[in-house]
T-cell receptor, first 114, second 114 residues
Framework: DSGVTQTPKHLITATGQRVTLRCSPR?????VYWYQQSLDQGLQFLIQYYNGEERAKGNILERFSAQQFPDLHSELNLSSLELGDSALYFC?????????????FGNGTRLTVT | EDKVVQSPLSLVVHEGDTVTLNCSYEVTNFRSLLWYKQEKKAPTFLFMLTSSGIEKKSGRLSSILDKKELFSILNITATQTGDSAVYLCAVETLRGGSQGNLIFGKGTKLSVKP
């Protein structure tokens, strides 16, 4: 158990809808990362937050947004969903968000868009 | 464009065999290379390598980095069915200041038959 908690485990929704994925980092970790994993693309970095502030953006679509709250949990919001957004979404956390600190991953949220 | 390439994409062996998984990379501002094991859910951290030629070892797993030739290998000796998983290689690059960016390969799917 990595100590990173993600909810829900599974989510099935229709195209055009909006969903929110939630992540609680490991105790003491200040940095939260969101990744998308699809079959053909592997793990793709979406966005990183550190202590409530956005630190880096990767391949995140404009329809997606995220935030990190004062208690350090994070939410990833996906809107105007398309079939291609179906994927496993992982949250990871690390102690400082800087180099040399391995990421610890949650079990992911499997999103299916029908 | 930064990229991480793993080979083979999949591998089937029998218990007791020794396997070698490969990871090559082309990135700017290399900082470290990490190996993760992904079974059904969260990737779990195995090794972080920063220096060439120094082997990291954990039980039957070992890994080494060659920064001149830009690759790493992950060895698993005396494989067991519990080693069946997708093994992910990731390279950490310096994004700016002290911030890192983690780029994943697509993984090697290892199946160990009894």
């Amino acid at each position: 158990d990595s100590g990173v908690t993600q909810t829900p485990k599974h989510l099935i929704t229709a195209t055009g809808q909006r969903v929110t994925l939630r992540c609680s980092p490991r105790s003491g970790d200040l940095s939260v990362y969101w990744y998308q994993q699809s079959l053909d693309q592997g793990l793709q970095f979406l966005i990183q937050y550190y202590n409530g502030e956005e630190r880096a953006k990767g391949n995140i679509l404009e329809r997606f947004s995220a935030q990190q709250f004062p208690d350090l949990h994070s939410e990833l919001n996906l809107s105007s969903l398309e079939l291609g957004d179906s994927a496993l979404y992982f949250c990871a956390s690390s102690a400082e968000g800087t180099l040399g600190t391995p990421l610890h991953f949650g079990n992911g949220t499997r999103l299916t868009v029908t | 464009e930064d990229k991480v390439v793993q080979s083979p994409l999949s591998l089937v062996v029998h218990e007791g065999d020794t396997v070698t998984l490969n990871c090559s990379y082309e990135v700017t501002n290399f900082r470290s290379l990490l190996w993760y094991k992904q079974e059904k859910k969260a990737p779990t951290f195995l090794f972080m390598l920063t220096s060439s030629g120094i082997e990291k070892k954990s039980g039957r797993l070992s890994s080494i980095l060659d920064k001149k030739e830009l690759f790493s290998i992950l060895n698993i000796t005396a494989t067991q069915t519990g080693d069946s998983a997708v093994y992910l290689c990731a390279v950490e690059t310096l994004r700016g200041g002290s911030q890192g960016n983690l780029i994943f390969g697509k993984g090697t799917k290892l199946s160990v038959k009894p």
